[in-house]
């Protein structure tokens, strides 16, 4: 007797495997799509790849110096043994800064201690730059998975997301909103949660809420604002679910409250103490230290591409270079095909719960990238109220800053390009072709360039050999000169490339003024401290408004002021980056005697104080 062959069993994107064939298993698919998108990733950074220790995506070094200081914080915390102090005196001597105020990237700052140790801060950055693309496209196409998204829509979702223009602009200087891994991983928690999938029963939400809080603690300790604005992602999901399927949602409320007290709980265990030295602590500040609605989306950016993309024109390069927030904040660009796609998905599945619910984030987190009242071509409109005006009044939400929401909304549009590929493919199976090459003509515009490399800002001729014939004690504060702020933080970058000196006065940092409202680089200089560092720049041919602000009453401080200010400031020593005999070194030797160490051919000098 004959009997009829198996069926072949179906895939896991639930089309039936080829006969003779095997279904990849779900952890063997997930490794090759993150080694495809590594290899895109390392494309996009490739040239950076021939110095990874000193060159920068172009465009923001200060934000890079930046960067660059904490990793160097972290791991020379490391090396000794302990965790980063949440307050240090490392920058902004004597005063400190407060470290969960700043952009300091703690958890990967630890991780990647080893590397910095051994090859500097910069190629730790380039490193997780790197990770960052490749890691947040195999995020969202974990997720995508997880919901039952095919393996090519899937694919299609973490390109989207993974190497979207918000990130691709967030590369330039802003690594702690470009490494996006995280957000996507914890609105599939909540989301699980939410619906039961993650099983049944208390037990189960528990360990789920557990699983939430982790990745919502370790969120905290890259980019406070992406939690944020991951929560409010998740909280619109849940609410488009909850009205679409009342009773899916609401006959899970103790198993919710259990995971969401599981979640509370391990967040508070694990990042309870940092965020009470937050907010608490001796540095703790009111308010955002930015301008009230200003880095918010222009209305047109979201279809006029900035020179990053591959399709471009020199007009919209230059709407884009024109932008009140910069180019590392202009994150709203999606495409008019993009876009064109979107709203076809959403009006043609809308029936279909994960195209609506993603389709509500989108629209819901782009609106408030828009900010508070309407930008649209360069022009404010203030007139034109949009939903964040008021939803910024509330506790926490005047510190976020709108246009990055676009982040998390591109992950919203890239699950509703996976979901609606995936829908179109199944109502007209005969039209595959077709439907693929809309796909690719919607993410064509999305094609970025190689980033543009910049060389970092490179250590003086004898920096090092200066600090060495110093033999300061650890932890002793030097004057460096010239003295860092927002607009020139070189010395930053020379102090995390070589770990001297251990404390400095000045940097680029948020922090309370002396009154409690936040201000970036706090109190600022002291009118002594921006005599100091306009002397400099007049001698070493540096644009002055670079690092000083000029008295408006054209007044100076006199030598006795001089010597009042760094009587206060009790410096160990003063380090001049100047030639002893170049305007500004001979008026340091005259305010404070002949330098006790001169390095590097006579093009640096070092000043000493003795008491």
Not at 83 to 88: H, K
Not at 128 to 135: D, E, R, Y
Request: hydrophobic share 50%; with cysteine.
């Amino acid at each position: 007797m004959r009997t009829a062959p198996p069926a072949a069993r179906p895939g896991r994107d639930g089309r039936p495997a080829a006969e003779g064939t095997r279904p990849l298993g779900a952890r063997r698919v997930l490794w090759i799509a993150g080694a495809y998108y590594l290899v895109g990733a390392i494309a996009l950074t490739i040239w950076l790849w021939p110095d990874p220790a000193s060159r920068i995506v172009a465009g923001n070094p200060a934000d890079a110096d930046q960067f660059a200081w904490f990793f160097r914080y972290d791991a020379t915390a490391v090396a000794q043994l302990r965790l980063p102090a949440l307050i240090t005196t490392g920058m902004n001597a004597p005063q400190g800064v407060a470290i969960m105020w700043n952009t300091a990237m703690l958890l990967p700052g630890v991780l990647l201690a080893p590397l910095t140790l051994l090859a500097g801060p910069q190629a730790s950055l380039t490193v997780l730059m790197t990770v960052g693309f490749a890691g947040s496209a195999v995020a969202m196409f974990a997720v995508l998975r997880r919901w039952d998204a095919s393996i090519s829509a899937a694919g299609l979702g973490g390109l989207v997301y993974g190497f979207s223009p918000a990130l691709i602009q967030s590369s330039m200087g802003h690594y702690d909103l470009q490494f996006a891994v995280l957000p996507p991983l914890i609105v599939d928690e909540a989301l699980r949660l939410a619906t039961g999938r993650c099983g049944t029963g208390r037990r189960a939400a528990a360990r789920r809420g557990a699983r939430l809080g982790l990745l919502a603690a370790a969120q905290l300790f890259i980019a406070e604002e992406l939690l944020f604005d991951a929560a409010v992602a998740a909280a619109i999901l849940v609410a488009v679910l909850a009205l679409s399927r009342p009773g899916a949602v609401g006959g899970r409320i103790r198993d919710i409250a259990t995971g969401a007290g599981a979640a509370t709980a391990v967040t508070a265990a694990t990042a309870g103490y940092p965020l009470w030295v937050q907010f608490f602590g001796p540095l703790r500040q009111q308010g955002s230290p930015f301008a009230p609605d200003f880095y918010k989306n222009d209305l047109a950016g979201f279809v006029r591409p900035s020179s990053a993309m591959l399709l471009h024109t020199a007009g919209s390069a230059a709407f884009a270079a024109r932008f009140q927030g910069g180019l590392p904040e202009y994150l709203g660009y999606l495409g008019w095909p993009m876009l064109a796609v979107l709203a076809v998905i959403a009006v043609r599945f809308w029936r279909r719960l994960p195209v609506r619910a993603a389709a509500v984030a989108f629209a819901a987190l782009s609106a408030f990238s828009l900010g508070g009242t309407l930008l649209a071509g360069g022009r404010e409109h203030e007139g034109i109220v949009l939903p964040w005006y008021w939803l910024q009044t509330l506790p926490v939400a005047g510190a976020v800053i709108p246009d990055r929401f676009s982040i998390v909304a591109d992950g919203a549009a890239a699950a509703m390009a996976a979901f609606g590929l995936d829908a179109a493919r199944g109502r007209w199976p005969r039209l595959k072709g077709p439907i693929a090459g809309v796909a690719l003509i919607a993410v064509l515009p999305l094609v970025p360039v190689p980033l543009p490399a910049a060389q970092a800002s490179p250590v003086p001729a004898g920096w090092t050999a200066a600090f060495t014939a110093l033999r300061l004690p650890a932890g002793a504060s030097v004057l460096v000169l010239p003295i860092p702020v927002l607009t020139y933080t070189a010395p930053l970058r020379w102090q995390a490339d070589t770990a001297m000196p251990s404390s400095m006065y000045g940097g680029y940092y948020m922090g309370p003024t002396w009154n409690g409202p936040a201000a970036t680089d706090g109190n600022g200089l002291s009118s002594e401290a921006g005599y100091l560092n306009q002397l400099w720049a007049q001698s070493a041919g540096v644009n002055v408004t670079e690092v000083a602000t000029l008295p408006a009453n054209g007044l100076y401080p006199s030598p006795l002021q001089m010597r009042a200010q760094l009587a206060g400031w009790e410096p160990a020593a003063v380090v001049a980056v100047t030639s002893p005999h170049s305007a500004f070194g001979r008026y340091l030797a005259g305010l404070l005697g002949r330098p006790t160490v001169i390095a590097g051919n006579e093009a640096y000098a070092k000043l000493s104080l003795k008491k």
